[in-house]
Nanobody, 123 residues
Framework: QVHPVESGGGLVQAGGSLRLSCAAS????????MAWFRQTPGKEREFVAA???????SYADSVKGRFTISRDNARDTLYLQMNSLKPEDTAVYYC?????????????????WGQGTQVTVSS
């Protein structure tokens, strides 16, 4: 089973920016809708953003206007640009993919997951 690898997490002050990356294998990435989820201790995994094979995107209301999801199909890489970060954005961020080109905000629709990268936003 393919496991994507996330990177780019870290500690940032409120109002700052981070860019997360997710490297996935070519055969899997090219046919997959991709998404970012996040999770904090004691809470369920939360949808952040998703992208189809092309340019169709979807965002959680809490990040709309601040986060941008994108993908580079030539590099088999998914990105999440996070601007105007808030302390409530602190979480482990996971990259996920599904064997379909249709995006979804439901985590159970995703077939494979990365190990996660920690994002901490200080106030």
């Amino acid at each position: 089973q393919v496991h994507p690898v996330e990177s780019g997490g870290g500690l940032v002050q409120a109002g700052g920016s981070l860019r997360l990356s997710c490297a996935a294998s070519g055969r899997t990435f090219s046919g997959s809708a991709m998404a970012w989820f996040r999770q904090t201790p004691g809470k369920e995994r939360e949808f952040v953003a998703a992208i189809s094979l092309g340019t169709i995107t979807s965002y959680a209301d809490s990040v709309k206007g601040r986060f941008t999801i994108s993908r580079d199909n030539a590099r088999d890489t998914l990105y999440l640009q996070m601007n105007s970060l808030k302390p409530e954005d602190t979480a482990v961020y996971y990259c996920a993919g599904r064997s379909s080109y249709v995006i979804s905000s439901n985590s159970t629709n995703y077939n494979y997951w990365g190990q996660g990268t920690q994002v901490t936003v200080s106030s």
